[in-house]
């Protein structure tokens, strides 16, 4: 015999603002949008990295100049508008300069 799921409802105006959240702010031209996972992951690597020491620091800012990179390469690339792409272009010279001054490049 097998438990029945309960499944709970969610309001119409909690799925109203998320949907909102993702399309962004103002809609018709989006300047302000919800954080991406990437952008999530890299904000997350930041905070360990900086509370933390040692190797546990170290795999923390990997982790954050990796997701940067790909969000930056993902807003770059696919932008909502030409602000988005111009961030996104940015965030990933930052990234290589990093990256590369931390190689010894």
Request: no cysteine; glycine share 10%.
């Amino acid at each position: 015999m097998s438990t029945p799921v309960i499944q709970t409802p969610i309001s119409p105006a909690l799925k109203d603002l998320w949907q909102r959240a993702h399309r962004g702010w103002p809609a018709s031209y989006p300047l302000v949008q919800f954080p991406s996972l990437p952008l999530i992951v890299a904000v997350s690597g930041l905070i360990v990295a900086m509370l933390t020491s040692g190797s546990a620091h170290d795999y923390a800012q990997a982790a954050f100049y990796g997701a940067l990179g790909v969000w930056a390469w993902l807003e770059g690339t696919s932008g909502v508008n030409w602000p988005h792409r111009v961030l996104g272009a940015a965030g990933f010279v930052y990234v290589v300069v990093h990256v590369a001054q931390a190689l010894g490049a």
